[in-house]
């Protein structure tokens, strides 16, 4: 079966698939005992959170003091009772007490001062009634498709559901989320196109702690960025003997605690990846019973009439194998988690090579196996030593220890949005963990607890056409339903897509702004407010932009925002943060929103990418400072201020989350004249305390004395679930043939819907993209050039080149010059006659695009290659700690983007320095 996408709906997913039966029974978590104190230490208090600075959803113990009546936030800890981090957080996640008690943070309601210029930090302070009504009178001419909401980086790991619905209950089918392009789409929907997870940082889990031989490939951030989990299991398979092995142009965090460190040219650990996958499938290291039985691997393929790679399908769509006891080609259920039963119900035993000289019906075919060999071919360790600058001998090794270790495995990294050719990385990445049959076991790729709950759930609900799609679909089904209900012009009453689908199908293919998945992203924003699209023989506009908790001025190239927030169909932008990050300063109105650490979350959530199935949630530590809102009930009154009345947002949250539209209005209006502040929010967390309670077979009491207690309430541990519902070997991935798909599904429905036949991007095996740094351009390169990189510092931020929380950047500033400097390998910086803290001009050479930076000298950087830590560079003079701090990296990295998703290309391009 192939998915079809856009036009995919939830219904026809779900009747189009089938799933093998599990079965097991949870344990229940009976090491949980109420009495006692909390805490050796005990100090005033203690309260449970979950922490807000990356998507490891660490769990947090936090120490609250309390004086004459008034409470104060001591000291931010991990939760020893969380398997996830224990009682460790990192230095990031301890300083965000500094967000709560920080003398910039935006306290009342903000209105731009009449006269003033978007860009200005020009506001007065206003009531909330005042901010309602601003938005109600500037939108009264704005449609609902002219909006857009940017949901940000806590919209991405908490808000998902809430704002779909929001979107949904004002008609507007313009969704942008903040990390999809740098990161989530881009990092991952190569490795999502493999084993068909979706979830933001915590699809598949890297099982550190059991593996013996540890490869990361451009992955420093999982341990260096810092994940405190993944550094935790980390150190502890290091301590255990683990191999660690680091491709990386630059002496990562990760390299520092290696084995061998490798320094690959920036833009090659494609041509590695192929060059090891050859070599494990030339020497037969993979494991054959597997591949048989849980991949597509054994399915049959020939050449179409575009001479391109194709599965033999019968008329159901049902894939074919060569059943090794009867030599006869069989047909397979077109979804299971297994390919041992053919769709007649008799065992098969597929063979993973077709014979030499195979045919079918007069047709030649060979199995998926057979032609990814084929294609790695040309792919020579000597061919990728040649680029990559490791030898021949030295791939050979990697791949031979890789292949021979006991439970190896790849680090894939997050951070995505680098070359062009980062998805097809992700997916062979993905091959050779998967050509091991190291998935979902111990000491390789496993899947997160609350994650593997969610699959189950969807399976479980398979046959329910009335499932709430918010609440009952995981994974990439879920990423086609959302990308279907964008794409499609009947989602709305009115008529109108999303302008990122418009912009798609009204621009060439071949134009450098076309993406084939664009949604979620800004590609295509620009065209709508310049415009440019049509829509009903009318311009189809973008007037009106809503931005929460999410800073594009930075982490976009520079100048897209400003060009867009500035521009004159741009009739109002309105910001929710809590701190005045550069994006504010371009409001209309401002909206403050409280802080993690003074509210109570609307809903308890699983434990991130825990293993172990955890609920988590979050408690007020301290009464909030100031009159602020939480996202779910601006989202409440905002639908009231667009729509004229807040029922559209509980109809949607009904039928999109399953929650009782009746109940949740009847409790938020008791809540509401109990005085409560922020009444929807805590009546969706009273209905949730509810539901999950029933799950569990206890009383919401009960699960709210554990959550407020120990700070989390176990449900299974890891072990438990992979032996019962290990994904693929006992439960089918959420791929649409629900097996490892080596043959991709997903790039194969694209190419053909767009017809995009021998464009390596599209290829359904893997291929080699090279990195073009320098096109067209074979000449040395200048003594003054070099290759660009960036990354995370540990410090700062969690992703990409954004900066949502700068009062963390003036905790780096000890280590500022590696911190913030420009790192210059120590030969280059001595010819070019740079030292320490010279400044320089750096100079994107395909772009011109120049900033200033402050050299590092070191040896730890290839010397053709310059370095720059993200999360610098902010502009907005109210920010009084990371004011001009360090280099802004969205100044130097180009508006350029790969035609998958729309993935910047942040790194593809060579820079220039000369003295400043
Ligand atoms: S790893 Fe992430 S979630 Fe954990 S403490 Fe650090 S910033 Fe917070």
């Not at 409470?71 to 500094?98: E, F, H, V, W």
Request: proline share 6%; glycine share 8%.
């Amino acid at each position: 079966m192939a998915w079809q996408f856009p036009k995919m709906t939830r219904r026809t997913f779900l009747k189009s698939t089938s799933v093998s039966a599990v079965g097991a029974t949870l344990y229940h978590p009976d090491w949980i005992k109420l009495a006692g104190p909390t805490h050796p230490d005990a100090a005033d208090h203690f309260a449970h959170s979950i922490c807000n600075y990356c998507s490891s959803f660490c769990s947090l113990r936090i120490t609250v003091a309390e004086k004459k009546g008034k409470q104060r936030i001591m000291k931010l800890g991990g939760n020893p009772n969380s398997t996830l981090n224990g009682d460790k957080i990192c230095a990031r996640g301890q300083s965000g007490l500094r967000q709560v008690y920080s003398a910039n943070r935006i306290k009342t309601p903000l209105i731009r001062v009449a006269g003033s210029k978007r860009g200005e930090m020009k506001f007065r302070s206003a009531t909330w009634e005042e901010a309602w009504d601003y938005i109600a009178q500037k939108s009264k001419s704005i449609k609902p498709w002219e909006w857009t909401v940017y949901g940000g980086w806590s919209t991405c790991s908490f808000y998902v559901p809430h704002t779909i619905a929001f979107t949904s209950a004002i008609q507007c089918p313009n969704l942008i989320t903040s990390p999809t392009q740098n990161c989530v789409f881009d990092g991952h929907l190569g490795t999502n196109s493999m084993i068909g997870n979706f979830v933001v940082h915590g699809e598949n889990i890297e099982d550190y702690e059991n593996s013996d031989y540890i490869l990361s490939i451009i992955g420093n951030a999982c341990i260096g960025g810092v994940s405190t989990c993944r550094a935790v299991r980390f150190s502890a398979g290091k301590e255990k003997g683990a191999k660690v092995v680091v491709l990386d142009p630059r002496a990562s965090e990760t390299a520092a605690k290696a084995d061998e460190w490798y320094a690959i040219k920036p833009g090659t650990d494609l041509d590695f990846t192929l060059a090891m996958l050859r070599e494990m499938m030339n020497n037969g290291w993979y494991d054959e019973d597997f591949l048989v039985s849980h991949s597509n691997m054994p399915f049959l393929v020939r050449k179409n009439a575009h001479n391109a790679w194709e599965l033999y399908l019968s008329a159901q769509k049902e894939p074919a194998v060569i059943d090794a006891k009867s030599g006869q080609v069989v047909f397979l259920p077109a979804f299971s988690n297994h390919n041992l039963q053919g769709s007649n119900g008799n065992s098969v035993t597929p063979l993973l090579r077709a014979p030499q000289g195979f045919t079918h019906n007069g047709e030649a075919m060979l199995t998926v196996f057979d032609a990814q060999h084929q294609e790695l071919q040309p792919y020579t360790p000597e061919w990728a030593a040649a680029n990559t600058g490791i030898s021949a001998d030295d791939i050979r090794k990697i791949a031979r220890e890789f292949s021979t270790a006991k439970s190896p495995i790849v680090i894939p990294g997050w951070s995505g949005a680098r070359y062009g050719n980062i998805q097809m990385l992700r997916r062979v990445q993905a091959m050779i963990q998967t050509l091991k049959g190291r998935l979902d076991v111990p000491g390789g790729w496993i899947f997160g607890g609350d994650y593997r709950e969610q699959v189950r759930n969807m399976w479980a609900q398979k046959d329910n056409p009335k499932a709430p799609p918010l609440a009952s679909l995981a994974g990439m089904p879920f990423v086609y339903w959302s990308a279907n209900a964008a794409a499609n012009p009947g989602t709305h009453d009115h008529g109108y897509p999303a302008w990122a689908a418009v912009h798609r199908d009204q621009t060439p293919k071949d134009s450098p702004d076309w993406a084939a998945f664009p949604f979620t992203t800004e590609v295509g924003l620009d065209s709508a407010i310049k415009g440019k699209l049509t829509w009903k023989g009318a311009p189809y506009l973008c007037k009106a932009i809503l931005l929460n908790g999410t800073n594009p001025m930075r982490d976009a190239p520079e100048g897209f925002w400003q060009e867009a927030f500035t521009h004159p169909n741009m009739e109002l932008v309105v910001v929710m943060d809590v701190m005045p990050a550069d994006t504010v300063a371009y409001a209309d109105v401002v909206l403050p929103e409280l802080t993690y650490l003074e509210r109570d979350e609307p809903a308890i959530y699983g434990n991130g990418v825990n293993p172990d199935n955890m609920l988590i949630t979050r408690y007020q530590a301290i009464p909030p400072a100031y009159d602020n809102v939480i996202l779910t009930d601006a989202f409440l009154k905002l639908t009231e201020v667009l729509t004229g009345s807040s029922e559209p947002y509980y109809q949607s949250v009904q039928a999109l989350m399953g929650i009782p539209a009746a109940r949740l209005k009847a409790l938020t209006e008791k809540k509401r004249a109990q005085g409560i502040q922020n009444p929807f929010t805590m009546a969706l967390r009273q209905m949730d305390f509810e539901a999950k309670a029933k799950g569990l077979g206890i009383t919401p009491q009960k699960l709210d004395a554990v959550l407020r207690e120990k700070g989390v309430y176990p449900v299974a541990k890891a072990d438990e679930l992979i032996a019962n519902y290990g994904m693929p070997r006992k439960m089918a991935l959420p791929t649409p043939s629900g097996r490892a798909e080596f043959y991709s599904n997903l790039y194969g429905q694209l190419r053909e819907q767009f017809g995009l036949w021998d464009n390596p991007y599209f290829s359904v095996l893997a291929t080699h993209i090279p990195a073009d740094c320098r096109p067209g351009s074979k000449a040395p390169m200048a003594d003054d050039e070099f290759y660009f990189t960036f990354g995370m510092v540990p410090v700062v931020s969690h992703c990409s080149p954004n900066n949502d929380f700068q009062p963390l950047v003036s905790i780096s500033k000890f280590r500022g010059d590696i911190y913030t400097g420009l790192w210059v390998h120590s030969q280059r910086a001595g010819k070019l006659g740079l030292k320490e803290g010279d400044k320089v001009w750096v100079t994107n050479q395909l772009t011109q695009q120049k900033a200033e930076a402050s050299v590092h000298v070191t040896r730890l950087v290839r010397e053709d290659t310059v370095f720059l830590y993200s999360g610098y560079g902010d502009q907005n003079p109210a920010l009084t700690h990371g004011y001009r701090m360090g280099t802004a990296l969205n100044k130097i990295t180009p508006d350029f983007i790969e035609p998958v998703s729309g993935g910047f290309r942040s790194q593809e391009f060579t820079v220039r320095l000369e003295r400043a």
